[in-house]
Nanobody
Framework: QVQLVESGGGLVQAGGSLRLSCAAS????????MGWFRQAPGKEREFVAA????????TYADSVKGRFTISRDNAKNSVYLQMNSLKPEDTAVYYC???????????WGQGTQVTVSS
């Protein structure tokens, strides 16, 4: 079982930056693929970015490509989301999640609020 705790959310002006962190419990963090998702008010949760357990292969939603960067530090059992050039439409609760290879994202954090003012 994996427990995930996000941090780093807050209020920022459009064009600003934030760095989200997700700390994972357990000794098997390096075996999990990790992802970030977000959910805006009145909208469904959507995929933001993911990073593989091996080689750090990354994928991004088109809406954040070129602005957000996902990374991981297996020694610190952590995954990060660097968010630059933030837009008001990035406002959402951001969640990190983990999945075993071949499985679904099945462990989720509690979320951290990101609010971007115009």
């Amino acid at each position: 079982q994996v427990q995930l705790v996000e941090s780093g959310g807050g209020l920022v002006q459009a064009g600003g930056s934030l760095r989200l962190s997700c700390a994972a419990s357990g000794r098997t963090f390096s075996t999990y693929n990790m992802g970030w998702f977000r959910q805006a008010p009145g909208k469904e949760r959507e995929f933001v970015a993911a990073i593989s357990r091996n080689f750090g292969i990354t994928t991004y939603a088109d809406s954040v490509k070129g602005r957000f960067t996902i990374s991981r530090d297996n020694a610190k059992n952590s995954v990060y989301l660097q968010m630059n050039s933030l837009k008001p439409e990035d406002t959402a609760v951001y969640y990190c999640a983990s999945r075993a290879t071949g499985g679904d994202f099945d462990y989720w954090g509690q979320g951290t609020q990101v609010t971007v003012s115009s």
